[in-house]
């Protein structure tokens, strides 16, 4: 009998696939999120935000521009004119007090979206679990009742998206790759200042404030994504599911109105999950070890 945890990772690794995600640097978004039309702070406080190394994709407390200018502040610059660490201190006393920007916003990633192409993907279950996966609905838990009893079942679905993109955008004038990829690529002496917290380990190592970072997202519009699972619902699960689905359901969780859920005579599921018009969802990330985001 197959877990709702391993239908889970099924789904995932097909997802993942089908955005071509690098694997293993892709990661679901759980919920799938909305992202922001009009507000370019809120999208690129995404990107500013460290990932955790959870296989779902979760953002930890440290900020990449805190982090970063912190870095730079105490790292020993060259007397070479042209040294990257001179360059970013001086990038960043000129960027002052301003809130750190990206260099594609709202506006660019709507432009991008509207003539990315179409993508659909089928899914079927048959069966390694991952932790930290959602059951049925949203927050539920995978083991027994509704969830485990939706993968007993032959499960199946239809995935399709009016348009899909790879959402890169790069840091802005803020920031000086090289100046951070020296730092990585020098474990001790300068620039690393002597005798200082400020280390290497401190904040490239796997507690360290800078570990990873987010590269991008998978963005779409327009889902459309029916599922069904042969499973046989009794009418008491029936009822507890559909005073959920306003939650959001399998496998996107998106809550509302776009949420719809049937049961046939002989108790069946069907499930079916759409988003808003022209509003960009987020489906999943590309998490990178600092030595690949730096290289």
């Known amino acids: 009998m197959t877990s709702f945890d391993e239908l889970q990772a099924h789904f995932a690794a097909a997802e993942l696939a089908a955005l071509a995600h690098p694997v293993p640097r892709g990661r679901v978004l759980q919920p799938a999120l909305p992202l922001p039309t009009d507000d370019d702070q809120a999208l690129w406080s995404l990107f500013d935000a460290i990932p955790l190394g959870s296989p779902i994709y979760a953002a930890s407390g440290t900020r990449f521009f805190t982090a970063y200018s912190a870095l730079i502040g105490a790292l020993v610059a060259g007397t070479n004119p042209l040294d990257p660490i001179a360059a970013a201190k001086r990038r960043l006393a000129a960027w002052g007090s301003n809130p750190p920007d990206w260099s594609i916003g709202c506006a660019g990633l709507l432009k991008l979206l509207r003539s990315a192409p179409t993508l659909a993907f089928p899914f079927t279950s048959t069966a390694v679990p991952e932790p930290g996966f959602w059951g049925l609905w949203t927050e539920s838990p995978t083991a027994g009742g509704p969830s485990a ?31 951070l990829a020296l730092a990585h690529a020098t474990r001790s002496g300068p620039p690393w200042p002597s005798g200082s917290d400020v280390t290497w380990d401190a904040t490239f190592g796997p507690d360290g404030t800078m570990p990873r970072f987010l ?68 489906i999943a990330a590309t998490v990178l070890a600092a030595g690949e985001y730096l290289a």
Do not use: M
Not at 149 to 163: E, I
Not at 219 to 232: G, L, Y
Not at 242 to 269: C, E, H, K, M, Q
């Open 215 to 282: 590269a991008g997202l998978s963005v779409v519009a327009e889902i459309d994504a029916r599922s069904a699972s042969t499973a046989i619902f009794s009418p008491a699960d029936q009822a507890l599911i559909r005073s959920n689905a306003t939650l959001g359901l399998w496998p996107y969780y998106l809550g509302g109105a776009g949420t719809s859920v049937g049961f046939d005579g002989a108790g069946r599921i069907t499930i079916r999950t759409t988003s808003e018009p022209k509003r960009p969802v987020a």
């Open 149 to 179: 009893q939706f993968a007993s079942g032959d499960v199946s679905a239809d995935l399709s998206f009016a348009h899909a993109l790879s959402f890169a955008p790069t840091p802005g004038d803020w920031y000086v790759s090289s100046a």
